[in-house]
């Protein structure tokens, strides 16, 4: 089996060449006359080929979808460039809606059938944009992130690895990257620090801590890295709770400067809709959870409407398919302040990767800015930087998962002999024998 080689992904517009800002908005080139490399590209492209990095640009052209453009002008385009810049290959994707497509950018589509057609190894792999959608394909891909930033990449939507003034900036840090690498055989021993070890203090999205037990949702909300705070009937009924009521209101009288969500536990909408009025009525600091549908698997949309329209903030809970997300965000509207949950964790128990679906969804409630996501459901510590890398807004980790957060950035030659000792005392303090 050939080796896996990594690569360098590129958008095309703004990044290789320059686009036309007209009302904030960048615009592609109209004809080929227009293009205009940007300075230092070829340079910069040149120095990666060297390296022996295939090149491969990945680029949005909605334009032709829309009828404002032809395609035969796109791919004359794309061929000019791959000719003067010596790329390996140009994947374009013409259509306007995401929905239609597994390809259009933030969707990871056209990054992973290039490592398919290419023999790539996306983890070793660098994507360089100018816009967040660039930023979230290449982290659903799983490669590290550029962001060549402009007025118009929208920075609040993505959490790249590094942001760059341009392509040659991109480039450079690409290039010291690789020369760090080792040289040796694999088993030779390497004194370079492992890459991509995230930074806490960069992350955009917001831990929220899940859990029930009153001692340690206290201990959680003091703590300034945690925004908010969800529970559910399963973890209360986990934790001896008796009295939801008292229990409720018990935490809401101490903790009344961040959001809690507290669920309803019935199956009957009528009844949804009493008891999640009244769970409203404790704290303008509570946000309500919605099942996405009853035990019958009847959809909670109009019940969700409703209560929406009433200015109750809710948390609509254990979504999994793109279908419900576009349902309970058109359901709930601009109305007010709410949360969606997606569980990409049970999603990811089916053995299916939740980050494709989690950029959807991110894109599905992009409308509307009173409507946040939560990654829900986390199985590791990784899921957070995940979460943060695709825009997500929000992920709701347990105590179990949060203890780890001491971890981040350990050197992994240390925690193997960690791992080594804890295997040696654990066998030595149960006195085995052979």
Request: aromatic share 6%; proline share 6%; charged share 25%.
């Amino acid at each position: 089996m050939k080796d896996l080689r990594p690569a360098v992904f590129l958008d095309r517009d703004g990044v290789l060449n320059r686009t036309a800002v007209r009302g904030g908005t960048p615009h592609p080139p109209a004809t080929l006359a227009e293009v205009e490399v940007l300075p230092g590209v070829e340079a910069a492209l040149r120095r990666l080929r060297e390296r022996g990095l295939p090149l491969i640009v990945v680029t949005n052209q909605p334009d032709v979808a829309r009828g404002t453009q032809r395609q035969s002008v796109v791919d004359e385009i794309n061929a000019m460039l791959s000719r003067r810049l010596g790329l390996t290959a140009v994947y374009a994707c013409y259509h306007d809606n995401a929905d239609e497509c597994a390809c259009r950018k933030p969707k990871p589509g056209m990054l992973r059938r290039a490592a398919e057609e290419h023999g790539i190894d996306l983890r070793r792999s660098f994507m360089v944009g100018d816009r967040w959608g660039d930023v979230a394909a290449g982290a659903a891909a799983g490669c590290r992130t550029f962001l060549i930033d402009m007025p118009y990449s929208q920075c609040e939507r993505c959490s790249p690895d590094f942001k760059v003034a341009d392509l040659s900036e991109a480039a450079d840090m690409i290039l010291t990257e690789l020369n760090r690498a080792p040289t040796t055989s694999p088993a030779a021993p390497s004194a370079r620090a492992e890459p991509n070890v995230p930074d806490l203090k960069k992350l955009r999205v917001k831990i929220f801590a899940d859990g029930a037990d009153r001692a340690g949702m206290l201990e959680m909300a003091r703590k300034p890295f945690i925004a908010g705070l969800t529970t559910n009937p399963t973890l209360m009924r986990k934790a001896g709770i008796t009295d939801y009521r008292a229990f409720a209101k018990d935490l809401l009288s101490v903790i009344r400067d961040k959001p809690v969500s507290f669920e309803v536990f019935c199956d009957d909408f009528a009844e949804m809709e009493r008891q999640a009025r009244e769970i409203a009525s404790w704290g303008r600091n509570v946000y309500v959870k919605i099942p996405v549908t009853n035990c019958q698997g009847e959809g909670a949309y109009g019940l969700i409407r409703r209560l929406a329209k009433a200015g109750v903030k809710q948390n609509v809970t254990a979504l999994m398919t793109p279908s419900q997300v576009r349902e309970v965000s058109a359901a709930l509207g601009d109305s007010a302040d709410s949360y969606i949950s997606v569980f990409a964790g049970r999603v990811a128990d089916t053995g299916r990767d939740p980050v494709p679906m989690m950029v959807d969804a991110v894109e599905l409630m992009r409308p509307f800015p009173n409507q946040q996501l939560i990654w829900a459901s986390p199985r590791e510590l990784l899921n957070i930087f995940q979460a943060d890398a695709i825009g997500c807004h929000i992920i709701t980790v347990t105590n179990d998962v949060l203890k780890k957060l001491e971890l981040v950035g350990k050197d992994l030659a240390d925690y193997s002999l960690d791992t080594v000792k804890m295997f040696y005392n654990d066998a030595k303090a149960a006195g085995y024998t052979l």
